[in-house]
Structure formats: structure tokens, C-alpha cells
């Protein structure tokens, strides 16, 4: 068998940029791509997929970049992941997508609905990480400070050598609570433990694209901002700022959720994705979901 069998992947796949992009589609209609976060792939959002899919399109990916990719041409980073997003979406060929986009990939996907509003039919971004567009002092500190306490530890543990534990300090630091991370069931488990590898990646990333609020600003498709209502605080500030950047964007603070809200509760977060669709106009409004709350802090 060859090199290159070896690393192309066993299902559907796209090839970007030298690349094997693996994906999965679900259903049929308009077609709606969910990006995962840091530490997960096409896995992490394959129920909200599932339960979106008698409505849409639904497709899960894993992005490169977080499979141990390290194209030089190409390296780690919001703008690397932002053209991966494009280069995608036109692979696909199913034309302009609902763009669905958790974490870490939040910040490339906003840059896509600026640079290339014509691959985006609305945007539904769950708890944005990146402080670029917070202007206020005194917030982007608050951002600055929050992630220290959360991730630092998380990369001392990489730099000992010690995986396994970066990864479950990780978890812990995005849910708030210590011991998180071993309680998850094992298919979730298996895939921190598959995607391991790419802390090498997220610790040696590029800056991230400098997105300002005046960018924000030109943002004209449909747009639901959403974070949960006991979050960290760097989520919930990112979040809240870039929903009052982004004109006539729905602000949703979700009860009694956190950042791993999509994959804790898969059908609540796949609830608000349709209630979101819906006030796209992608899908027609169903009685009996979770409804858009939203929320003008």
C-alpha cells in the first residue's frame, strides 16, 4: 500500500492545497456546514448534523490543520484555517452554505463572511475567541487574563511533554470544571485522545487575522452570535462585542450552558442552529424548539 493511501482517508473527501479533507453529508436542502473547535473533528458535531438533517444539507468536516498538517505554504492559524474554509466551501460545489462555526474556527469563519460574502448564505457562529475586534480596554485585558488562567497551565503541561494531561487540563479550563474531561462518555473521549496531536499545531500558530470592528461592520448576511450563559469569561466578552458589531445580528445567551454546549448537548445546540436557519429563511419554522432569546448586553 502506498504513502498515499495511507493517508487518505476511508470516506468522502476533499483535497485542499495538497491536503485530505475528510467530510460527511447528512440530508438534503440547502447546505449547512458546522465547523468543529479545537481538539475535535467531523465527529464532534455529527449529532447536531444528524438531528439537522431532515431539513438541510448537513455536513461535518475535519479541518486541516488540526490532522497534524504543516504545510509550509499554508501554516497553523485563523488566516491558514480561513482559506481552508474557501478553498472548501467552493470544493464542495453546492454553492453559498450556512456556515456554522464553534471556537476556534468562529474567527476564521467571520473573515470568510467578510472577504467572500458570496460563499456565505448566513453565519451562526457559537463563542468567538479572539479579542481583535474588542476595543475597550479594560475587556480585551479581561479576555487577555481569562484565557492566561485557562490555558496557561494548559501549555506548561505540553512543554513537559505530558499529552495526555494538556489535553485533559484543556477541556477542564472550556468547561469550568475540574475532572470534566474523564467523565465524558468514550466516544467523546476518543476523540480528544485522536486529536491529541494537534496541540502542537494550536501552540504554534500564527497571529490571528486582525479583525476590527469596522470589518464586523461590513458583514450583511444573516447572523446569530450565541454563548452560553455560564461561559468563561474571554468567551462571553468576544461574543457579546461581536454581536453588537455585526448589524442586525441575533445575540443569544444560552441558559445554563457552557462552552461545550455543542457536543454536551447535542439537540439543544442543534435547536438553535434551525431556529437560526429558520430566521434565515433556509428552512421553513417548526413548532416545539428552542427558540432564539436574544439578548442585548
Do not use: K
Not at 476590527?212 to 468567551?235: H, K, M, N, Q, S
Amino acid at each position: 500500500m502506498s504513502t498515499d493511501q495511507l493517508l487518505r482517508p476511508q470516506g468522502p473527501f476533499l483535497e485542499i492545497e495538497g491536503v485530505f479533507v475528510p467530510y460527511c453529508s447528512q440530508g438534503e436542502g440547502q447546505p449547512v456546514l458546522l465547523t468543529h473547535g479545537v481538539l475535535g473533528d467531523l465527529r464532534s458535531l455529527d449529532p447536531v448534523a444528524g438531528d439537522l438533517s431532515d431539513a438541510v444539507e448537513a455536513i461535518t468536516v475535519t479541518l486541516p490543520a488540526l490532522t497534524a498538517d504543516a504545510r509550509p505554504t499554508r501554516p497553523f492559524g485563523t488566516a491558514g484555517q480561513r482559506d481552508d474554509l474557501i478553498d472548501l466551501i467552493w470544493s464542495l460545489g453546492r454553492g453559498p452554505v450556512h456556515l456554522v462555526a464553534w471556537s476556534f474556527s468562529a474567527h476564521s469563519a467571520l473573515a470568510v463572511a467578510i472577504d467572500r460574502p458570496d460563499l456565505v448564505r448566513s453565519l451562526f457562529l457559537y463563542e468567538p475567541g479572539f479579542p481583535t475586534f474588542v476595543e475597550d480596554e479594560a475587556r480585551r485585558e479581561a479576555v487577555v487574563t481569562d484565557m492566561g488562567a485557562a490555558f496557561a497551565p494548559v501549555a506548561e503541561a505540553f512543554r513537559r511533554g505530558d499529552r495526555e494531561g494538556a489535553v485533559r487540563l484543556a477541556i477542564d479550563a472550556a468547561a469550568r470544571q475540574p475532572g470534566h474531561c474523564e467523565a465524558q462518555p468514550d466516544a467523546i473521549r476518543a476523540i480528544y485522545c485522536d486529536t491529541a496531536h494537534t496541540l502542537e499545531a494550536i501552540f504554534a500558530q500564527t497571529p490571528p487575522i486582525p479583525l476590527a470592528p469596522a470589518d464586523l461592520g461590513r458583514i450583511r448576511c444573516p447572523v446569530t452570535i450565541a454563548r452560553g450563559e455560564a461561559t468563561r469569561d474571554c468567551y462571553a466578552i468576544v461574543s457579546d462585542v461581536a454581536a453588537r458589531l455585526v448589524s442586525g445580528a441575533a445575540h443569544v445567551v444560552v441558559p445554563e450552558a457552557g462552552h461545550l454546549l455543542p457536543e454536551q448537548e447535542p439537540a439543544r445546540f442543534a435547536n438553535l442552529v434551525r431556529a437560526h436557519l429558520e430566521r434565515a429563511g433556509a428552512i421553513a419554522a417548526r413548532a416545539g424548539i428552542e427558540t432564539l432569546s436574544e439578548d442585548a448586553q
